[in-house]
């Protein structure tokens, strides 16, 4: 067994393992947008993270139920600038069943994870099945 069948047999491997994480992750948004509902929300913090040179800032949330629990979350997206101050409102979406199962209601907050593991799964799968078949010289 060649090098070449070795590393794309890998990238085919970490293809699809990443294609099924997309999946699922899509699976779970889908079930919450099916059974949630909206209410207006305050950004109250934003949370520092720092990674090597890299720092993110994730939002954390505030809203209130119409029971009028009130619930608190850190959003999943981050980003490496402060797009949103303390203080914002934001839409926030939350499950109907576990109201503490919430996200801010936007594109990428919502879709961000499933889009990136889709799209690295699915360069990663190709590539490697490419090379696999002999479709793509090395």
């Given at each position: 067994m060649d090098w070449v069948t070795v590393v794309s047999s890998l990238f085919v491997l970490v293809g699809a393992t990443l294609l099924i994480a997309a999946g699922r992750?899509?699976?779970?948004?889908?079930a919450l947008l099916q059974?949630?509902?909206t209410a207006p929300?305050?950004?109250?913090?934003l949370v520092e993270t720092r990674d090597r040179d890299e720092i993110s800032y994730?939002?954390?949330?505030?809203?209130?139920t119409p029971s009028g629990g009130r619930i608190t979350f850190q959003s999943a997206m981050g980003s490496s600038t402060a797009p949103q101050r303390i203080g914002d409102s934001v839409t926030v979406r939350y499950s109907l069943d576990q109201p503490q199962v919430a996200e801010i209601d936007?594109?990428?907050?919502?879709?961000?994870q499933t889009l990136l593991f889709g799209t690295?799964?699915?360069?990663?799968?190709f590539v490697g099945a490419g090379l696999l078949m002999g479709l793509l010289a090395v």
């Open positions: 992750e899509f699976t779970r948004r889908r059974n949630s509902a929300g305050t950004i109250i913090a994730f939002p954390t949330v505030e809203f209130h936007a594109f990428m907050p919502l879709w961000g690295l799964g699915g360069v990663f799968f």
